[in-house]
């Protein structure tokens, strides 16, 4: 299958000349995977989806082909959080103590972050040098050196997220609103006062952040269960904007039935965006059901958003999700319970739609960069001089750590055009 993504490239003048295939909405695959049902209390994934990794009160349990077959890894004690390096080859997770393995979760050696705190969330710079986990008590501790040494900073604790390069950081702090630091936590920048932080998202460069918040005691019984309100900002966290796009679209007219969003995931560009949740029946007392569980997803950086329910009686909400670095691939764990912790044993499930990567040439010196968002789905960089013939490109991409893109330095020809396409 060919992507119809192209280019021509002229040495004297740089000229590009693209043509792509119109935009196409996303269409989705939902998958019960062979994972364990399990309290599952976090999901990680490399950029292109292969290694997944997901933490549970039975240990920490991998995948290294997309979600196919599981395996309990070597860290079988309860374990709260576990992130991914981009390429996969780190793997952190929170047991007592922050573990590093290198090799898929076979083995692993406890890092030097304390061991007398709780931790809750851990996020990881692409290239798994820069860690930042919340830890109760303490605040935010950071790491520079893949886990070696840790430092304790006055960033908050809560729910984390960072840009590629681990620089900048944002992290919802309960009750007191959204923390942005633009120095890996030595100072920061609080946002949207009062709002109780669900989830926070990045794009690789840091410019985009995504968060889930809610206000407490802000829905009309007054018991702080209006969960769900999008706030998006553009500007590296500068200004923040409220979308209701993902609030109200649930497509329930009755105020007895409310959405209730609890993880959010974002692809690298921060385009497109996919959120976890459910839908809550609330009685006239307060008391909730959930009543079928459900994901959104936005191909607009939030703006507006499509939802997808599970037609599944036996679960009743997802309360965690991971995403590729495309937004192609989820993987999303389910629960019985209305509630942010998951007190429930549920299965995961792997999501996917087709991707349709872009590529993108820029002059680097008198050669030029290709580049395009890593796939979850393998492509050939292919290179034409008539749109005819067409041959695979034998230089092999680099990925780049601070966008997350897969990219390819060549040397134009001396006449003539050439083209490039993705083929898959």
């Not at 050196?145 to 997220?161: I, K, Y």
């Not at 997803?297 to 309360?319: D, K």
């Not at 960089?381 to 490109?393: G, R």
Request: with cysteine; hydrophobic share 40%; proline share 5%.
């Amino acid at each position: 299958m060919t992507r119809n993504v192209m280019f021509a490239l002229r040495l004297a003048s740089l000229t590009l000349l693209f043509a792509a295939a119109p935009a196409v909405a996303q269409e989705w695959t939902i998958t019960l995977t062979s994972a364990p049902n399990l309290a599952w209390n976090s999901i990680a994934m490399s950029a292109d989806g292969t290694k997944v990794a997901a933490a549970s009160v039975s240990g920490v349990y991998v995948s290294t082909n997309s979600g196919m077959t599981w395996i309990l890894s070597g860290l079988t004690n309860a374990a709260s959080q576990a992130v991914y390096s981009a390429d996969g080859s780190n793997l952190f997770a929170a047991s007592s103590g922050i573990y590093r393995s290198m090799n898929a979760g076979a083995t692993w050696s406890l890092t030097g972050a304390p061991t007398n705190v709780d931790w809750f969330p851990i996020v990881v710079s692409a290239d798994g040098t820069k860690l930042a986990g919340g830890g109760d008590p303490g605040g935010t501790y950071i790491s520079r050196d893949a886990g070696m040494t840790w430092q304790q900073t006055a960033f908050p604790g809560g729910p984390l997220t960072c840009s590629a390069d681990g620089s900048n950081l944002v992290a919802a702090f309960n009750n007191g609103g959204l923390y942005v630091s633009h120095d890996f936590g030595a100072t920061s920048t609080a946002q949207i006062p009062n709002a109780f932080g669900i989830s926070v998202v990045s794009s690789a460069d840091g410019a985009k952040f995504a968060a889930i918040v809610h206000f407490p005691g802000s829905d009309e019984y007054g018991d702080g269960l209006d969960i769900g309100l999008l706030y998006t900002t553009v500007d590296s966290g500068a200004t923040w904007n409220q979308t209701s796009g993902l609030t109200n679209n649930m497509g329930y007219s009755s105020d007895l039935y409310q959405p209730v969003w609890l993880r959010l995931t974002s692809s690298a560009d921060g385009i497109k965006l996919a959120a976890a949740g459910g839908v809550v029946g609330y009685s006239q007392y307060g008391s909730g059901d959930v009543y079928a569980a459900a994901f959104s997803t936005s191909t607009n950086s939030g703006a507006n958003w499509t939802r997808h329910t599970i037609t599944n009686y036996a679960i009743t909400t997802f309360n965690r999700i991971a995403g590729s670095a495309d937004g192609n691939v989820l993987f999303a764990s389910a629960n019985r319970s209305v509630s942010d912790y998951p007190d429930n044993n549920g299965p995961i499930y792997r999501l996917q739609s087709t991707p349709t990567p872009s590529l993108s040439i820029t002059p680097s010196g008198t050669n030029a960069l290709i580049s395009w968002v890593i796939p979850s789905i393998p492509f050939t960089l292919q290179q034409s001089p008539n749109l005819a013939n067409w041959t695979d490109v034998s230089t092999q991409p680099v990925l780049n750590y601070t966008n997350l893109h897969n990219e390819v330095i060549l040397s134009p020809p001396s006449t003539g055009n050439v083209f490039y396409r993705l083929k898959h």
